[in-house]
Antibody, heavy 117, light 108 residues
Framework: QVQLVESGGGVVQPGGSLRLSCAASGFTFSNSGMHWVRQAPGKGLEWVALLRYDGINTFYSDSVKGRFTISRDISKNMLYLQMNTLRPDDTGVYYC??????????WGQGTLVTVSS | EIVLTQSPGTLSLSPGERATLSCRASQSVTNNFLAWYQHKPGQAPRLLIYSASSRATGIPDRFSGSGSGTDFTLTISRLEPEDFAVYYCQQNAHSPLTFGGGTKVEIK
């Protein structure tokens, strides 16, 4: 079955950078689109980014466009989210999710990012 | 951007009761690409329903989805103890993908 394990979260100062990773197994990673979705403390889910199955086409929410980059390494079955110029409102749990078209149909447990001085 | 409004914010019910959750979109969702997710604290969100009314693999048939255009409903026919959670609708027809604010189903 689909297994997704996020890592790389931690505490970072405003303006700093962090790279999240997501290890994927149980499905054909190279043929799948992948999402990042986050949840701020006490808030609901917010979609962040999508990498289409081709590994080329990417889509971002307006709140992260120009600061975050989604990418993958199919040789390692790994998904990444490079986060630059971090702000306090980027704080939250970040989930990676397997895409089926634009649908997120399998999710990881998440990794916590805290942006604070 | 399509805004999804879920109601009610909180639903207080007892096990065995029926739960009806609403999701209204600010504009029509193309092809009814509307999904429902269940989320429990500390766990991964779980896909329940896609394309408004199709159950995801392994989802019990007490969960059902209906609706089209701008109005969608998730129904849990008889609540089991493990169903108490937060439920989100999401449209996956238009970028940016958007979620509703969630409905918390709590034990009365």
């Amino acid at each position: 079955q689909v297994q997704l394990v996020e890592s790389g979260g931690g505490v970072v100062q405003p303006g700093g950078s962090l790279r999240l990773s997501c290890a994927a197994s149980g499905f054909t990673f190279s043929n799948s689109g992948m999402h990042w979705v986050r949840q701020a403390p006490g808030k609901g889910l917010e979609w962040v980014a999508l990498l289409r199955y081709d590994g080329i086409n990417t889509f971002y929410s307006d709140s992260v466009k120009g600061r975050f980059t989604i990418s993958r390494d199919i040789s390692k079955n790994m998904l990444y989210l490079q986060m630059n110029t971090l702000r306090p409102d980027d704080t939250g749990v970040y989930y990676c999710a397997k895409g089926s078209g634009w649908l997120a149909d399998g999710w990881g447990q998440g990794t916590l990012v805290t942006v604070s001085s | 951007e399509i805004v999804l409004t879920q109601s009610p914010g909180t639903l207080s019910l007892s096990p065995g009761e029926r739960a009806t959750l609403s999701c209204r979109a600010s504009q029509s969702v193309t092809n009814n690409f509307l999904a429902w997710y269940q989320h429990k604290p500390g766990q991964a969100p779980r896909l329940l329903i896609y394309s408004a009314s199709s159950r995801a693999t392994g989802i019990p048939d007490r969960f059902s989805g209906s609706g089209s255009g701008t109005d969608f409903t998730l129904t849990i026919s008889r609540l089991e103890p493990e169903d108490f959670a937060v439920y989100y609708c999401q449209q996956n027809a238009h970028s940016p993908l958007t979620f509703g604010g969630g409905t918390k189903v709590e034990i009365k």
